[in-house]
């Protein structure tokens, strides 16, 4: 998978919405490359999390991360974001395999 691919699927389980909704595929790009325009963050998300898809979607492919890199990233975001932000964005806080039960 390429940086900025997951970066617009990050977007899309932040907002909980389809990117570029209502426009075609070619309306999209034209969007992201000519006009060099990205989705609005819910007011909501916190800024390590947007910096990363902010990163992810760079408008200079050599600035963007690679994969592999963006998943090294996010124990860090994690790290930083609250139990407060994950209410917030009405996200189940991560749980320990060790505390589910079957």
């Not at 389809?18 to 989705?39: E, H, L, N, W």
């Not at 999390?49 to 902010?54: D, H, I, K, T, Y």
Request: glycine share 2%; with cysteine.
């Amino acid at each position: 998978m390429k940086a900025d691919s997951y970066g617009v699927i990050l977007w899309e389980m932040l907002a909980k919405e389809q990117s570029f909704k209502g426009m075609s595929p070619i309306q999209a790009a034209f969007t992201v490359a000519r006009q060099q325009m990205r989705p609005a963050f819910p007011k909501d998300t916190p800024e390590s999390l947007q910096q990363l898809v902010e990163m992810c979607w760079h408008q200079d492919p050599a600035h963007r991360p690679t994969f592999a890199q963006a998943l090294d990233a996010l124990p860090a975001v994690r790290t930083q974001v609250t139990r407060r932000d994950f209410h917030a964005l009405n996200f189940v806080p991560p749980t320990h395999p060790s505390t589910l039960t079957r």
